[in-house]
C-alpha cells in the first residue's frame, strides 16, 4: 500500500529551465509534506516543506505547491542548475505521529 | 549546531553473522531518532523510531531489533543477517513538535553475502 507515489522515476532538463517533480498520496490524514534532495551514497537533506493549510511555499530557487483536493503536490526549480542533479524523495506525515511516509524518488537530471 | 554520525560507511557481512550499526547525535538534547533503510530501487522504508531513552517503535517486522541506550545514541542490530538485510541504512533525527523535518546521516551500506 503506497501512500506517496511519485510516478515519475527520472526526468530530464536542460539548465535553466523549470523541473517540476510531482508526488500524488492518498491518506487524507497527511497535513505536512515535504521534499528532499539525495546525491549517491549521501542521506536526504531536507530541502523545503509545506503544511496542508497552505497551498503553496517558496524558498529561492525552489517552490512547493499543494493541491489538497487532488492530493497531489508538486516541486518547482527555477532556473534549474547542474548540482540539482540528484534524487529528490517527496514525504507526508500525519499529525503527531513522529513519522514520515516517503516515495520512491525520482532522479532529476539538469544537462548543462 | 547540530551533526549526526553513523559507522561504519560500509559493511560486508556473511549470512547468518550478526550486526551492529551505531548513530550518535551532537548538538542537541532529547532528540526523536529514526533508523530508515533504502533497498536498491525503492524509497526509504522506516524501520524504528525512539521518542526518548529505552523508547523503541518498530515499524516493520523483521529480523532487526533496535536500541537507544543513551539520549543522543541509537543502535540498529540483528543476531543472524539474511540476504534481504542487504541496503542502505539511514539514521535520522528531528526535534519535538518538528518531528517531519528530519535531519538524515551520512548512512551505512551494507551488503550481505
Known amino acids: 500500500d503506497q501512500q506517496v507515489k511519485q510516478n515519475s522515476p527520472s526526468l530530464s532538463v536542460q539548465e535553466g529551465r523549470i523541473s517540476i517533480l510531482n508526488c500524488d498520496y492518498t491518506?487524507?490524514?497527511?497535513?505536512?509534506f515535504l521534499w528532499y534532495k539525495k546525491y549517491p551514497a549521501e542521506g536526504p537533506t531536507f530541502l523545503i516543506s509545506?503544511?496542508?493549510?497552505?497551498d503553496k511555499n517558496e524558498d529561492g530557487r525552489f517552490t512547493v505547491f499543494l493541491n489538497k483536493s487532488a492530493k497531489h503536490l508538486s516541486l518547482h526549480i527555477v532556473p534549474s542548475q547542474p548540482g540539482d542533479s540528484a534524487v529528490y524523495f517527496c514525504?507526508?506525515?500525519?499529525?503527531?505521529?513522529?513519522?514520515?511516509?516517503f516515495g520512491k524518488g525520482t532522479l532529476l537530471t539538469v544537462n548543462p | 549546531s547540530q551533526t549526526i554520525h553513523q559507522w561504519p560507511a560500509t559493511l560486508v557481512q556473511p549470512v547468518g553473522s550478526p550486526l551492529s550499526l551505531e548513530c550518535t547525535v551532537e548538538?542537541?538534547?532529547?532528540?526523536?531518532l529514526y533508523w530508515y533503510r533504502q533497498a536498491a530501487g525503492r524509497g526509504l522504508q522506516l524501520l524504528f523510531y525512539?521518542?526518548?531513552?529505552?523508547?523503541i517503535s518498530s515499524e516493520v517486522p523483521q529480523n532487526l531489533s533496535a536500541s537507544r541506550p543513551q539520549d543522543r545514541q541509537f543502535i540498529l542490530s540483528s543476531k543472524k543477517l539474511l540476504l534481504s538485510d542487504s541496503g542502505f541504512y539511514l539514521c535520522?533525527?528531528?526535534?519535538?513538535?518538528?518531528?517531519?523535518?528530519?535531519?538524515f546521516g551520512p548512512g551505512t551500506r551494507l551488503t550481505v553475502t
Open positions: 514525504a507526508a506525515s500525519g499529525r503527531s505521529n513522529y513519522k514520515l511516509t
Open positions: 509545506i503544511s496542508s493549510i497552505k
Open positions: 525512539s521518542v526518548g531513552i529505552g523508547q
Open positions: 548538538g542537541t538534547s532529547n532528540p526523536n
Open positions: 535520522a533525527w528531528s526535534l519535538g513538535d518538528y518531528f517531519y523535518e528530519q535531519y
Open positions: 491518506n487524507s490524514m497527511f497535513d505536512y
